[in-house]
């Protein structure tokens, strides 16, 4: 029985993952902080532990032996919150990754290990689409440095014999996604419009971003979990084609009863000048190496999270 390990399984993306493994049969293993698992996931995972990925002491408690692959969710996502936080975003987002891995290598096993980065890594004004060899930043939010640290320690790791590849998604979307990001951002300030003054205060809406459906995302990183043979050490999750933010907010509108009254006003504090206006990827070895392609419309995108909301209600 194939089984996979899922860690920061009780996040955004953890639900949807265990989903999609459940969906293809697979044995599903997965880890937490929290001492209990998130409600959203009961009947999605065969067993669920509790550990302090950071310690190598909680990790040698972990069934690691009989693991097909470990999906690393783990970590700090946030770009926002990483400002002032270095050091807290740079020591997560690395260690996880290192205790796991040597953890892995000690025991001598075979396990793949998919360490999530992001496409935040890539530097602006180069050509696009962004591929695995485009430029990485060198100055950059906290969050996406920390990212790059923690590619050069799959690096290492590699290099010592685990089986570590890199997976980049840019900017994922989808039913679940809490605030801090576009999607559930502009949602909430428009619920909280229509019970007020109906102004909504964004930054530029004009930023152009590639935005793949959470659900899609999730199966990219199970074909990679799973696949015979990867040649590449990174590969790029995204759906190749860029779109702005206030195409978001249309789309958010039409799925938000009475939202035609809604008014929008630029505030200056929301907006970032060194952000890059445009921002798309390049899948092509993702595509060529498992097959794997985008499904989801960002109109189902959009009108599914809107629906996850009204749930929650």
């Not at 998919?114 to 906290?142: D, F, K």
Request: aromatic share 6%; proline share 4%.
């Amino acid at each position: 029985m194939t089984k996979i390990m899922i860690t920061g399984v009780n996040g955004f993306v953890g639900k949807h993952l265990a989903t999609e493994l459940k969906s293809r049969g697979y044995t599903v293993i997965g880890v937490g902080r929290e001492p209990e698992l998130h409600d959203t996931l009961n009947g999605l995972l065969d067993e669920y532990y509790t550990c302090d990925l950071t310690k190598p002491e909680d990790v040698e408690r972990l069934p690691l032996n009989d693991i097909n692959a470990v999906i690393n969710l783990a970590g700090l996502a946030a770009i926002g919150a990483s400002f002032g936080q270095e050091e807290l975003y740079m020591r997560i987002n690395v260690a996880v990754l290192t205790v796991i891995g040597e953890r892995i290598l000690k025991l001598g096993l075979k396990s793949r290990v998919i360490a999530v980065s992001t496409g935040a890594v890539y530097a602006a004004g180069q050509p696009l689409p962004l591929n695995e060899a485009s430029e990485i930043i060198t100055t950059g939010s906290p969050y996406a440095l920390s990212k790059i640290a923690m590619e050069k320690e799959a690096s290492r790791l590699r290099a010592s014999g685990l089986e570590c590849v890199i997976a980049r998604p840019f900017n994922h979307i989808g039913p679940g996604q809490e605030t801090g990001f576009l999607l559930p951002d502009l949602y909430e300030k428009m619920i909280k419009a229509l019970k007020g003054d109906d102004l909504v205060k964004v930054g530029d809406l004009t930023t152009r971003r590639d935005y793949t459906d959470v659900r899609d995302v999730v199966k990219a990183y199970a074909d990679l979990a799973l696949a015979e043979k990867l040649d590449e050490e990174i590969y790029n999750i995204c759906s190749g084609r860029s779109l702005p933010g206030s195409t978001i907010f249309d789309l958010l509108a039409s799925c938000i009863e009475n939202s035609k009254k809604i008014k929008t006003e630029v505030d200056r504090q929301l907006l970032r000048p060194n952000d890059p206006k445009d921002l798309y990827g390049d899948n092509t070895k993702l595509k060529a190496q498992t097959g794997w392609s985008p499904k989801f419309p960002i109109e189902k995108s959009v009108q599914d999270f809107v629906d996850s909301k009204k749930e929650q209600i």
